[in-house]
């Protein structure tokens, strides 16, 4: 019996420490799920979004753009470990330095959205953004399986609506308090290929097709049925549009 306590000691120790390491020492590219020594990417939906991305030749981003926001001046330590980076808003011209915080086993805590609470492998399972928080489940390729959205009190968002006979006014409506849940599926190479959101009892579903590059990396995205309007939970870096198009270079 002590024999098997040792073992399974030994085993969680020798698993805790893989996930460390591997959350610890992954670059940018191998967070973003890319393949190879990739220079830059440039994504583009079907109207005028756009996102630049530029990395250096260790795999680390050093700056990314859209049409409102420019990232740079980013400041990493000897394990890949993003320290600080810069943060411009275009229609402002305010700069701004945002500091990363980490936990003591290296994990982060804090970022761009909010405060992060982690797992063992530094999977952030718990969120908090302004407008309340998400709570996340993994598997274990420590991919993303389900989101979990608690938007909390006193949180509206802001509604064009249309009558009968076309007459249109503004009004703010209340977001619930739980709402909603995402459940995702992935393919052999990483992508996300079906998301299903479950949000005040309506259950809407998504599936997306991609074309791959030389490298396995995707250069189109189409969706069949992508959420209305970016969906409610729309993140600042992502598009979310029916096709959406990657350049990709690469060092070599």
Known sequence: MKIKIILCVILQICFLTNCHLQSMYKTTIENRNLKGNVKSVVIRNTVTDFIKLSFDTKGLLIQQETPYLLFNNYIYDENNKLLS?????KSLNELETRKMDYDENGFLISGFYG?????????????????????RIYNEKNQ?????????????????????NGKEWEEDRPIPK?????????????????????????????????????????IERNQTNP???????????????????????YYN
């Open 178 to 218: 739980e709402s909603p849940h995402i459940h995702y599926q992935y393919n052999e190479l990483g992508d996300i290929t079906f998301r299903q959101w479950t949000d005040e009892n309506k259950v809407f579903t998504d599936t997306i097709t991609y074309k791959y590059d030389e490298r396995g990396n995707w």
């Open 85 to 89: 980076y810069t943060f411009l808003v």
């Open 115 to 135: 405060d992060c609470e982690n797992d063992s492998c530094g999977n952030c399972i718990n969120e908090k953004r302004t407008y309340g928080e998400i709570k």
């Open 227 to 249: 959420f209305e309007n970016g969906a409610t939970i729309r993140e600042i870096l992502e598009i979310y549009d029916h096709c959406v198009k990657r350049d990709i270079t």
């Open 144 to 164: 993303v399986v389900e989101d979990w959205v608690y938007y909390g009190e006193n949180h509206f968002y802001h509604m064009t609506l249309v009558d009968e």
